[in-house]
């Protein structure tokens, strides 16, 4: 049931409608509808763009029109209508909040991108020094498993105690004195 609220709430002709009526309101519920909703991120600030050039479309074409000096039949008549003002400062609401997302979402797609590839960077990192770490104590092992096939136990011949050479020669650990096989 919360879910299916929160759908609703967050959609996206609710979002335009309370953009259109009560523009802090609507910003605010764009906002939620891009947390809310996977990949809105992506096409809101281009369906807010879209929808905002559209608007202003007849505006944009008079002014095109007394720049090159043509006129087009049916434009002053909508231009004239009183719905046609409100329309297009809505419209111009939707272009500035199409633009602000589209740079924010971007921005955030960038700094997402650069924290994931240092991360990565660091785990390779961190992986290649556990990897020299390992060969380098696998090395360590491999000579002592090689020096422990050479030994020999040796009795020493001075003070008696045990002593491993691992060649024909050695020193006795107690009595420091030199041992042979």
């Known amino acids: 049931m919360n879910n299916q609220v929160l759908k609703l709430i967050f959609?996206?002709?609710?979002?335009?409608?309370?953009?259109?009526?009560?523009?802090?309101?609507?910003?605010?519920?764009a906002i939620g509808h891009l947390f809310y909703h996977k990949k809105a991120y992506y096409y809101l600030p281009r369906l807010f763009l879209s929808i905002g050039i559209i608007l202003c479309l007849p505006k944009i074409l008079e002014i095109v029109s007394q720049k090159f000096s043509f006129t087009i039949a049916s434009l002053s008549e909508l231009l004239e209508m009183p719905i046609y003002s409100q329309m297009y400062s809505y419209g111009k609401l939707l272009v500035i909040l199409g633009v602000i997302s589209l740079v924010l979402s971007e921005l955030f797609n960038v700094l997402a991108r650069l924290g994931r590839n240092s991360l990565i960077d660091y785990i390779k990192g961190q992986e290649m020094e556990t990897a020299k770490l390992t060969a380098k104590n696998d090395l360590k092992m491999k000579e002592k498993i090689e020096k422990s096939k050479n030994s020999h136990v040796v009795i020493c011949p001075y003070c008696g105690a045990d002593n491993l050479i691992y060649t024909t020669t050695g020193t006795c650990k107690y009595c420091r004195k030199k041992i042979s096989l």
């Open 11 to 29: 959609s996206l002709p609710v979002v335009l409608l309370l953009l259109y009526l009560f523009p802090v309101l609507g910003v605010f519920f």
